[in-house]
């Protein structure tokens, strides 16, 4: 991949049962902040219809740089913190459009 292409990020969060209603909303509160972060382009977030525990993000960015820096935000640090130890699955995939 060159590294000034678009990046598609997809994201799989599968959160642990008992703590669902509180980072629900802590991935809700991802959205506003990280679609202003510089090279954003598309940040979208999905809840399964057959495991409410289970979210999809797909995001498209500028390039892999603009992404890189969205990783180290401080809204993404904060994820990172509230979340620690109540995620049972976490699978990201970078792909680039064919």
Partial sequence: MKEDMPLTIV???????????????ELVRLLDPS???????????????????TFLFYETWQNKGLWESHMETEHLKRWRKVSEGKVSDFELLQMTKV
């Fill in 11 to 25: 994201a799989k969060v599968v959160v642990k049962e008992e703590y669902r209603e509180e980072l629900e909303p």
């Fill in 35 to 53: 679609r202003k972060d510089a090279g954003c382009l598309l940040y979208d977030m999905h809840q399964s219809n057959e495991d409410a525990n």
